[in-house]
């Protein structure tokens, strides 16, 4: 009996510590779901209010070398304005449809040009309507500055907190895998603007463009790591 009674002792402590392994793994996830979704958020417009949104980052970081260092006011200004917004000369939107080709044929389907099949650069691609189809599923609603623009990584990558925070690991992994493989595309744009930009005249002007440009490069980095890191953990 006692030897019964040290067995079910020993499988009850085993079975406990498994479930204190995975809580562990279930609240690293969602820490790194959490970081993923404020380091997307920094890709958007904040004005006056955009030190806060470093801070989250910081905050939801796991290590706090890897969390973006907040920059000065102008050189966030001129992130905003110059390369953060559809139009600029320098601007580099993080929009999946801007950097993934239309799917060929089924642009006839939605009543588009058969121009457009296959190109690039253009807003509210294939992407851009799943997102908005898996908006719609979860009774999502988007906000005005992103109804052209759906596939934001600022939206997708809150999304993939949402799934993850729901447990829906599965959904947040498929989530990352197939909405977030052109972010090298999109850190290569960023770098041939600098490029573009080192050959014109020096200036204040330009050099505050430079550093706000490079801070862009940080960000995109910043967020692929944390891409790569999630999907690692939800493996």
């Known amino acids: 009996m006692q030897e019964t009674r040290g067995g079910a002792a020993r499988a009850t402590a085993q079975t406990s510590e498994r479930e204190v392994v995975r809580d562990a793994a279930r609240v690293n996830v969602c820490a790194k779901a959490a970081y993923l979704s404020t380091i997307g958020a920094l890709f958007s417009r904040w004005g006056d209010d955009y030190e806060a949104a470093y801070e989250a980052a910081r905050a939801t970081a796991a290590d706090l070398a890897i969390a973006p260092a907040t920059p000065v006011g102008a050189v966030r200004c001129?992130?905003?304005?110059?390369?953060?917004?559809?139009?600029?000369p320098a601007a580099a939107v993080p929009v999946e449809s801007l950097y993934k080709p239309w799917a060929d044929g089924r642009e006839r389907r939605r009543g588009v040009s058969?121009?457009?099949?296959?190109?690039?650069?253009l807003l509210l691609g294939d992407s851009a309507q799943h997102m908005r189809a898996l908006y719609r599923a979860l009774e999502l609603e988007v906000p005005m500055e992103f109804c052209a623009m759906p596939d934001h990584v600022t939206l997708m990558t809150e999304v993939v907190a949402l799934c993850v925070d729901a447990g829906n690991h599965e959904a947040a992994l498929a989530?990352?895998?197939?909405?977030?493989?052109?972010?090298?595309?999109y850190e290569q744009t960023l770098l041939a603007h600098a490029a573009a930009l080192s050959s014109a005249p020096p200036s204040a002007r330009t050099d505050e463009l430079a550093r706000a440009l490079a801070h862009g490069r940080e960000l995109a980095v910043a967020l692929a790591a944390a891409v790569r890191d999630l999907s690692v953990s939800l493996r």
């Not at 001129?78 to 600029?88: C, K, Q, Y």
């Not at 058969?114 to 650069?121: C, D, L, P």
């Not at 989530?175 to 595309?185: K, M, P, Q, R």
């Open 175 to 185: 989530l990352l895998s197939e909405h977030f493989d052109w972010l090298d595309a």
């Open 114 to 121: 058969a121009e457009f099949g296959a190109a690039r650069h």
């Open 78 to 88: 001129r992130l905003e304005n110059e390369v953060l917004t559809l139009g600029a």
